[in-house]
């Protein structure tokens, strides 16, 4: 079944238009949802606005948007005033900058839609896709849909482009808000940090093999429900001791993989070996 497109826009760059189509690359499958019910019937309940003066119900037509610029103390603004300021969609995603693809830190990565070519820009797409996979560069563009602006990330993917949505710099928090102290590193520790590492280390990102098990709890449980059986809460899993001093976490971690390596190796062949065969009884008792 093909991607149902969201939307149309043109990638531009100096006199260069490309057609495009956008496709969201993702779908969120992270919770699952419930409502709130009147637990006496299991009714469905509405929200509704309140007055925190007069305690009075009060109709959406009879709102306004408020902005609080000091304690208790609003400007309030029409829908159409709100609009005045609204950027106008203009469907161009407009590249203002090449740069190379590991210079943009991940922090700053957010939704991300695939891009398509549009009808007559399939030549031009390739084009741009091959360019920037050869030059290792992606294109930082600005692009207004909704009523706002965006920075965005366009890059190369195996097959097509890929439009990442990102984060404005004052969106982003800097570590150095963070405490970390200054713990002092030994060569031994991290000697073992690195085996650690060197253990549990893979070559590819493989998502396949990463599951949300929450998720999955909630919805056989839900299921079950639906099912009209009981379902049957397991207790939580005691926490583990705590090992404090770090060279020797780091030991048993190492010891706990090595453990776990070795429950998982192939039993010998027995088909194979026959010394590991146990030795057959002849029929009437005779070995």
Do not use: W
């Not at 993702?26 to 509704?48: G, P, V």
């Not at 003066?53 to 948007?65: A, C, L, M």
């Not at 965005?152 to 984060?167: F, N």
Request: aromatic content about 6%; glycine content about 6%.
């Amino acid at each position: 079944m093909s991607a149902r497109s969201l939307a149309t826009a043109t990638v531009s760059f100096g006199l260069v238009s490309i057609p495009v189509r956008l496709y969201s690359a993702t779908e969120s499958q992270a919770a699952i949802s419930f409502n709130m019910l009147h637990a006496k019937c299991n009714s469905r309940l509405k929200q509704q606005y309140i007055c925190s003066k007069d305690g009075e119900i009060v109709p959406r037509e009879e709102t306004v948007k408020g902005y609080e610029f000091a304690k208790d103390q609003y400007v309030t603004f029409t829908d159409d005033e709100v609009k005045a300021f609204s950027e106008p969609p203009t469907k161009l995603i407009e590249i203002a900058q090449f740069v190379p693809v590991a210079k943009v830190d991940p922090i700053y990565f957010d939704k991300a839609y695939f891009l398509g070519p549009d009808k007559g820009g399939e030549k031009a797409y390739k084009l741009l896709a091959e360019a920037m996979k050869e030059s290792g560069r992606c294109a930082l563009a600005k692009y207004a849909v909704r009523g706002k602006q965006y920075i965005v990330l366009v890059r190369p993917v195996e097959g097509g482009l890929v439009m990442q949505q990102l984060l404005y710099a004052d969106e982003v928090r800097s570590i150095d808000e963070v405490p970390v102290g200054d713990a002092k590193i030994t060569d031994p520790e991290l000697k073992l940090a690195l085996q650690l590492i060197d253990q549990i280390a893979a070559e590819e990102f493989e998502p396949k093999i990463f599951e949300d098990e929450v998720r999955k709890r909630m919805q056989a449980a839900i299921d079950q429900k639906v099912a009209g059986q009981e379902v049957t809460l397991s207790p939580a899993e005691a926490p583990r001791a705590q090992i404090v001093d770090l060279m020797e976490a780091l030991k048993a971690s190492l010891a706990a993989k090595g453990e776990a390596e070795q429950r998982r190796a192939p039993k010998r062949d027995e088909r194979a070996d026959p010394e590991a065969r146990p030795a057959k009884v002849a029929r009437g008792g005779r070995k």
